[in-house]
């Protein structure tokens, strides 16, 4: 059967959409991290943040490092590719105000035993402009 | 349709560019390598085994790599001569040393015989595919990204490019100029590994040996140096579906897009 040659841009279009609104129903976590339980009677909340330089495998890694031991966090989710992670944490223990700290701390090299800075910036958290905030 | 074409594949270079320098200056938290779907299909082994993406590969690159896939089925390698904006460099590049060095065909300034070149394609090309995705797939890190042309020249100088991508770089748009798309024809990794289900594709130009006057104007124009003007239908899995060729004819109705099937 003779096409007509709209229908190449045409289909074009179609697939890309198809892509990048399919990439929205693909939701897979990069890192997953549980830390300590939470005690019976904890008042788990969720925040989720955008940080700059959460891009990779590693650097979610890395960012999850950053919150071991700090009290009442109980689980890291990151979605690299999307720049966002979410935390689990007890509210009567700690505030997001704790886990950014921690987040955007220092954050210790093993390989050469220093301390790099600003390895990490909150752009966002629970939807809200970080630096406005 | 060659100004839609154009427009597309100036659309897309520009968007890269944009995108690169906006994540460059820090405007944007997207980098470049977000929209590859060759990125897709590095994370696939990754994904399958340990349930995880590979290094700063995500969920956009594994899903454009699948609707990449069904765009090859339904409109063969479109994405190369439409979308791709290495494709679109290589084909610029390409023009400019047409016109420059006078040569007549996307052949460049030697005429490779047609067996060698696939025999040359093959080889290349296996190798180049295996290598990365071996690579990928064992460290499960992006190795090949200092290495890639879209991700040296729209990244902005982003991570593992180094003083060495941009000679590997300068090669190859070199190389371009007096082979016309080297980059696409013999090594692209992306092109390799649709290159099967472009074979496959819905598709394809068909020419009419009535309408046809044999001029070879097709065959000049032709950017992937395909043999058009003596075949009924153009079965080569490297079509693009630019068509360059139908722009070129001068014969109204020889070529002409068709379903796959049985001719009329």
């Keep these: 059967m003779r096409v007509p040659t709209w229908v190449l841009p045409f289909l074009i279009i179609l697939c890309a959409g198809i892509g990048i609104g399919g990439a929205r129903l693909l939701v897979m976590p990069s890192v997953v991290k549980n830390y300590a339980s939470p005690p019976a009677g904890a008042s788990l909340a969720t925040t989720i943040l955008v940080i700059d330089g959460l891009k990779c495998v590693d650097t979610a890694e890395r960012a999850a490092g950053q919150l071991e031991g700090v009290p009442g966090v109980v689980s890291f989710t990151a979605f690299a590719s999307r720049n966002r992670a979410e935390i689990v944490f007890d509210s009567n223990i700690c505030t997001v105000n704790d886990i950014i700290n921690a987040i955007e701390g220092p954050v210790y090299n093993a390989s050469t035993g220093e301390f790099l800075f600003g390895v990490y910036r909150i752009v966002e958290a629970d939807g809200v402009q970080y630096a406005a905030k | ?264």
């Design chain 2, 1 to 264: 349709m060659k100004r839609i074409r154009v427009l597309f594949q100036l659309g897309i270079v520009i968007a890269a560019a944009v995108t690169g320098i906006r994540f460059s200056l820090g405007h944007s938290l997207t980098s470049v390598e977000k929209y590859c779907p060759f990125g897709g299909l590095e994370t696939a082994y990754a994904l399958f085994t340990r349930q995880r993406f590979t290094c700063a590969a995500g969920e956009l690159n594994l899903a454009l790599f699948l609707s990449l896939i069904l765009l090859t089925l339904l409109a063969r390698k479109a994405f190369c001569g439409w979308v791709c904006p290495v494709g679109a460099l290589s084909e610029w590049t390409g023009k400019m040393g047409k016109r420059w060095l006078r040569y007549p065909s996307f052949d460049g300034l030697w005429k490779i015989p047609e067996k060698t070149r696939r025999v040359f394609q093959v080889v290349l090309r296996t190798i180049v595919i295996a290598a990365v995705l071996a690579a990928t797939w064992t460290t499960g890190e992006l190795v090949f990204r200092g290495y890639d042309p879209y991700y040296i020249l729209f990244s902005v100088h982003g991570h593992d490019v180094r003083m060495w991508s941009y000679i590997i770089l300068g090669a190859l748009l070199g190389i371009g100029v007096i082979m016309p798309m080297a980059w696409c024809r013999f090594l692209c990794p992306l092109g390799t590994a649709l290159w099967p289900v472009s074979k496959i594709g819905f598709l394809r130009l068909r020419r009419s040996e009535n309408a046809c006057t044999g001029c070879g104007a097709c065959d000049e124009a032709c950017p992937q140096s395909l043999t058009i003007a003596t075949v009924p239908e153009v079965r080569s899995g490297e079509c693009t579906l630019c068509l360059e060729c139908t722009d070129a004819c001068p014969s109204p109705g020889a070529l002409e897009l068709f379903t796959n099937g049985k001719k009329p």
